[in-house]
T-cell receptor, first 115, second 111 residues
């Protein structure tokens, strides 16, 4: 158990819909990262928040957005869903936001299926 | 764009054999992490290597970071069925805040 929790574990929805994925970081961790894992693309970095502020952006679509709340939990919002958005979405947390040796710990993931 | 190439993509061996997984890039990373992932679960951190030339051992697993900090390898001695899984390497850039993952190596150890 990494100490990072994600809900829900599974999510099935239809194209065009909007969903929210939730992540609670390890106690004391200020950074939250979101990743998408699909069969053809592997694990791709989406976005990072540090202590409530956006710190880095990766391959995140404009239809996707995220935020980190004062209690440090984070939500990833996916809208206008398409079939290709079906994937595993992982959250990771770390103590710092910019450090070469800062280790990221991953949650169990949310499996999103868009029908 | 930093890219990490892992090889091989798939490895099937008998219990007791040794295996090596490679992770290569043309970019320099400030650190490199190795993860193992089971189906339907999140990646679990195995080790972080930081210094060029560093070698770390974790029981039967040996991790090496290249001198130039561009490549790494994972060697498993006397593999066991419990070593079966997807092995991922991930490099952290200078900012250290986002990981670039390799495509993964799926290892199957048959009893």
């Amino acid at each position: 158990d990494s100490g990072v929790t994600q809900t829900p574990k599974h999510l099935i929805t239809a194209t065009g819909q909007r969903v929210t994925l939730r992540c609670s970081p390890r106690s004391g961790d200020l950074s939250v990262y979101w990743y998408q894992q699909s069969l053809d693309q592997g694990l791709q970095f989406l976005i990072q928040y540090y202590n409530g502020e956006e710190r880095a952006k990766g391959n995140i679509l404009e239809r996707f957005s995220a935020q980190q709340f004062p209690d440090l939990h984070s939500e990833l919002n996916l809208s206008s869903l398409e079939l290709g958005d079906s994937a595993l979405y992982f959250c990771a947390s770390s103590v710092r936001g910019q450090q070469g040796t800062d280790t990221q710990y991953f949650g169990p993931g949310t499996r999103l299926t868009v029908l | 764009t930093q890219l990490l190439e892992q090889s091989p993509q798939f490895l099937s061996i008998q219990e007791g054999e040794n295996l090596t997984v490679y992770c290569n890039s043309s970019s320099v990373f400030s650190s490199l992490q190795w993860y193992r992932q089971e189906p339907g679960e999140g990646p679990v951190l195995l080790v972080t290597v930081v210094t060029g030339g560093e070698v770390k051992k974790l029981k039967r697993l040996t991790f090496q970071f290249g001198d130039a900090r561009k490549d790494s390898s994972l060697h498993i001695t006397a593999a066991q069925p419990g070593d079966t899984g997807l092995y991922l390497c991930a490099g952290a850039g200078a900012a250290g805040n986002k990981l670039t993952f390799g495509g993964g190596t799926r290892v199957l150890v048959k009893p």
